[in-house]
């Protein structure tokens, strides 16, 4: 599978974001999805991951109450709705997939920045 995420750009603090993130080659019904983001000189940090089906969903503890992740597997997209910017989220934002069952996050997507400025 392909993966394209799309969205981001230069925000304001308080201000919210849409990412997208666009799966082709195979359908992403078959893959539990996940946002990660990485800033600079800083490690990567999980964001927040869909099952599947759409069932089970979870968030890093610092978005928690501010973004939510969506898909729409007939569209084959995964959505991260981001709300209340702030700058300590400027990062570049990657969409990730793994087959179900899988531990590990084996297909990326490029990125997308974003930057929220104070």
């Known amino acids: 599978v392909q993966l394209q995420a799309s969205g981001g750009g230069l925000v304001q603090a308080g201000d919210s974001l849409r990412l997208s993130c666009a799966g082709s080659?195979?359908?992403?019904?078959?893959?539990?999805m996940g946002w990660f983001r990485q800033a600079p000189g800083k490690e990567r940090e999980f964001v927040a991951g869909i099952s599947w089906s759409g069932g089970h969903i979870e968030y890093g503890i610092s978005v928690l109450g501010r973004f939510l992740i969506s898909r729409d597997n007939a569209r084959n997209t995964v959505d991260l709705q981001m709300n209340s910017l702030k700058p300590e989220d400027t990062a570049v934002y990657y969409c990730a997939a793994r087959l179900k069952g899988m531990a590990r996050y084996d297909y990326w997507g490029q990125g997308t920045l974003v930057t929220v400025s104070s």
């Open positions: 080659g195979r359908t992403l019904s078959d893959y539990d």
